[in-house]
């Protein structure tokens, strides 16, 4: 396995690639939810690079870029194991030097949800993202399902811009009470991580009223706020029932939707959702 960190170096080794080239572009701090991504990106291509970069672009002033988990040689060992070929490991002047200007915005599909809660947030993911495209040229990328809005949000861009590349997005790996992998799960205490169960639990219930043929999403909202709020712990963002690609919130689910919600357990903020399809 490589390690690689500026673009140049990593332009050298990419002229000598001429097969298929996977992406997988995290913010290290590893999990399973990330290393099945390497595996299927593994069983796909002739080259599995993972990118280990976190972005500052894509944190408000008020997150928490700065404590941000991080742990590369944790993250290098756990990749050697997935037989990853190269590791892309820029600093942030690499990424962004003194005199960088220029910025991705993807309209509409980032109004909404995690993008009206977290001004830039998009805006910051979509130009590393693309960046991180120009300087790998990957064949396919691969996303978690996890974070659906900004899988739909790559995707508009892809298509967009006409980049050439195929967008695979891997359905969320799950703790066993349910709660979604995600390296923000570290800043939990023990009390938050078991209410913490409860996305998951009014995402279930969602999905259950749906198969039960409830087709009202206003119902369905009110069903998991009613939920949520039984959870001492946990504070609502929101709760959403939305068309899978505009992202607009349904009256009526008459198509495939998608269940989100972002609720605080004390002071870290979990996202989540599930397809009703
Ligand atoms: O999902 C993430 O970890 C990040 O948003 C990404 C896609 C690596 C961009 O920084």
């Not at 960088?100 to 977290?118: F, I, K, N, P, Q």
Request: hydrophobic share 40%.
């Amino acid at each position: 396995m490589q390690v690689i960190k500026t673009i140049a170096d990593f332009r050298e080794l990419r002229r000598q690639l001429s097969r298929s080239v996977g992406l997988v572009p995290t913010m290290g701090y590893l999990h399973e939810g990330h290393l099945v991504l390497v595996k299927r990106a593994r069983t796909e291509n002739s080259t599995v690079v993972v990118s280990i970069f976190v972005n500052p672009t894509q944190f408000a002033p008020s997150e928490d870029f700065s404590t941000y988990p991080r742990d590369m040689g944790r993250d290098l060992k756990l990749l050697e194991r997935e037989k990853t070929d190269i590791v892309f490991a820029p600093s942030c002047e690499e990424m962004y030097p003194s005199e960088y200007s220029s910025w991705v915005d993807v309209e509409r599909v980032t109004e909404r949800l995690e993008g009206a809660h977290r001004q830039g947030h998009f805006r910051g993911v979509a130009t590393v993202v693309a960046k991180l495209f120009n300087i790998v040229q990957p064949t396919r990328a691969y996303f978690g399902q996890k974070d659906a809005q900004q899988a739909v949000v790559i995707k508009r861009m892809v298509t967009d811009l006409n980049m050439n590349l195929e967008i695979v997005a891997v359905p969320t790996v799950r703790e066993s009470d349910g709660l979604a992998m995600s390296s923000r799960n570290i800043y939990l205490n023990p009390e938050e991580r078991q209410a913490a169960a409860v996305l998951f639990k009014a995402l279930s219930l969602a999905k259950q009223l749906w198969q039960d043929r409830e087709k009202d999403a206003d119902t369905i909202r009110h069903q998991m706020t009613s939920l949520i709020r039984k959870e001492p712990l946990a504070q609502i963002d929101y709760v959403s029932i939305a068309d899978t690609e505009t992202l607009e919130e349904l009256k009526l689910i008459d198509h495939p939707a998608l269940a989100s919600l972002a609720i605080k357990i004390g002071k870290t903020r979990l996202i989540d959702n599930i397809l009703l399809e």
